[in-house]
């Protein structure tokens, strides 16, 4: 059973970084096309960013492009997401997914793409 947690979310003010980590465990890390998604109050979960297996493909939204950074390391078993620049828009509830996949190119940006997904972590910009 894969399991995703993630961490590093807080309060951070307009025009600050944070960067979040996504830590697999219960499979092979390297197999799969990991996604970051993040639902902000009152509205539906959006993608945020994609990466394939190899980091060869990262796909991210036009809303994030340019601010925020997916990278993985298969090592550790970890996807980040680095953000930078924040704004009081980018306040949502980020969560990390995971699909298996035998495609090096594949960095999914559907939501029902994805089987596994972690619990959330809150990330709230603001003065």
């Known amino acids: 059973q894969v399991h995703l947690v993630e961490s590093g979310g807080g309060l951070v003010q307009p025009g600050g970084s944070l960067r979040l980590s996504c830590a697999a465990s219960?499979?092979?890390?390297?197999?799969?096309?990991m996604g970051w998604f993040r639902q902000a109050p009152g509205k539906d979960r959006e993608f945020a960013a994609a990466i394939s297996r190899g980091s060869d493909i990262r796909y991210y939204s036009e809303s994030v492009k340019g601010r925020f950074t997916i990278s993985r390391d298969n090592a550790k078993n970890t996807v980040y997401l680095q953000m930078d620049n924040l704004k009081p828009e980018d306040t949502a509830v980020y969560y990390c997914?995971?699909?298996?996949?035998?495609?090096?190119?594949?960095?999914?940006?559907?939501?029902?793409?994805?089987?596994?997904w972690g619990q959330g972590t809150q990330v709230t910009v603001s003065s």
């Open positions: 997914a995971a699909e298996l996949t035998l495609r090096d190119t594949y960095a999914p940006k559907r939501q029902d793409e994805y089987d596994y």
């Open positions: 219960g499979c092979t890390f390297s197999m799969y096309a």
